[in-house]
């Protein structure tokens, strides 16, 4: 089946404007997360989405940073005034959720890479 | 608030050599355990993953790693590596009494000379 999917792949913006990036997850799939992968590092967390609602959005690293998510499908990160340290790979991943309430593994897409000039 | 150190962050290796990345945790309580892969120029994939049980897993391509509890280490392991394992791989820990979201280290870059 197909897996996650982002969009766009790769976008260059200047600094001080918006961006929006689109998470599709895996059909089915009710929980979602973002993370961020700058260079060199590993992957930082942002937001969870167990269905429409955000129970965890302790990663978001400021308020120039919203997410949103329609239902139990796509799913929108937007970054408000963009900042030159905004500059990184946007990674979307999801997973099952068992009827425990218990998580599966999470399945990643291939990221948007974001370059703020 | 949970970490992940992977001690290496580049191995090199030469085909046929034995693999071991060191992954240590700093959290105290019941954890999953993960390692992902990423392909040069690929999506991130799950290798193998720890929940309970053996602590012994087995994963894709000869890949196994061993949670040893009392030491909060999950080593990947791989007796003879191969050019294709070239790739960056990534530690991750998800702490059931802290949320759903995985905490990662910060990747080993490794190159496997053929």
């Known amino acids: 089946g197909a897996g996650v999917s982002q969009s766009p792949s790769n976008k260059v913006t200047e600094k001080g404007k918006d961006v929006e990036l689109r998470c599709d997850p895996i059909?089915?799939?009710?929980?979602l997360y973002w993370y961020r992968q700058r260079l060199g590092q590993g992957l930082e967390f942002l937001i969870y989405?167990?269905?429409?609602?955000?129970?965890?959005k302790s990663g978001l690293p400021s308020d120039r940073f919203s997410a949103e998510r329609t239902g139990e499908s796509v799913s929108t990160l937007t970054i408000q005034r963009t900042q030159q340290e905004d500059s990184a790979v946007y990674l979307c991943?999801?997973?099952?959720?068992?009827?425990?309430?218990?998580?599966?593994?999470?399945?990643f897409g291939p990221g948007t890479r974001l370059t703020v000039t | 608030a949970q970490s992940v150190s992977q001690h290496n962050h580049h191995v090199i290796l030469s085909e046929a050599a034995s693999l071991e990345l060191g992954c240590n945790y700093s959290?105290?309580?019941?954890?999953?355990l993960f390692w992902y892969v990423q392909y040069p120029g690929q999506h991130l994939q799950l290798l193998l993953k720890y929940f309970s049980g053996d602590p012994l897993v087995k994963g894709i391509k000869g890949f196994e790693a061993e949670f040893i509890k009392s030491k909060f280490s999950f080593n990947l392991r791989k007796p003879s590596v191969q050019w294709s394992d070239t790739a960056e791989y990534f530690c991750?820990?998800?702490?059931?009494?802290?949320?759903?979201?995985?905490?990662f280290g910060g990747g080993t870059r490794l190159m496997v000379k053929p």
């Open positions: 991943a999801s997973s099952k959720t068992g009827t425990s309430g218990a998580v599966g593994e999470q399945y």
């Open positions: 059909s089915g799939h009710t929980a």
């Open positions: 959290y105290g309580g019941t954890v999953n």
């Open positions: 989405f167990q269905g429409n609602s955000a129970p965890d």
């Open positions: 991750a820990v998800k702490a059931n009494n802290a949320g759903n979201m995985l905490t």
